[in-house]
Nanobody
Framework: QVLLVESGGGLVQAGGSLRLSCAASARTFSLYHVAWFRQAPGKERELVAS????????YYADSVKGRFTISRDNGENTLYLLMDSLKPEDTAVYYC?????????????????WGQGTQVTVSS
């Protein structure tokens, strides 16, 4: 089973940018769908963006569409989330996750491998 470790979170002003990274432990990383979720205090975890195992299809939540970009580098076993035009409401703990490629890539409940999370705080 692949292990995931996020990095790149921090404090940024509204309108700024951050790039999150997620390092995967296994060469089989390229065979998984991958995604970024986030959880704000008092709220449920939500799917932010996902990317199919082939890299050909993406999904974005409406709240981040046009501002966030998900990508992967299978040669480096790394997943990225580039976040531009950040808003205070983007403040949350961000988690990377993986799902078996036999399942649909944009169904949140299919994701069962998780990193430990990285905090993103956007100040107004």
């Amino acid at each position: 089973q692949v292990l995931l470790v996020e990095s790149g979170g921090g404090l940024v002003q509204a309108g700024g940018s951050l790039r999150l990274s997620c390092a995967a432990s296994a060469r089989t990383f390229s065979l998984y769908h991958v995604a970024w979720f986030r959880q704000a205090p008092g709220k449920e975890r939500e799917l932010v963006a996902s990317l199919s195992w082939s890299g050909g299809t993406t999904y974005y939540a409406d709240s981040v569409k046009g501002r966030f970009t998900i990508s992967r580098d299978n040669g480096e076993n790394t997943l990225y989330l580039l976040m531009d035009s950040l808003k205070p409401e983007d403040t949350a703990v961000y988690y990377c996750s993986a799902a078996a490629r036999s399942l649909t890539f944009n169904t949140p409940s299919n994701y069962d491998v998780w990193g430990q999370g990285t905090q993103v705080t956007v100040s107004s």
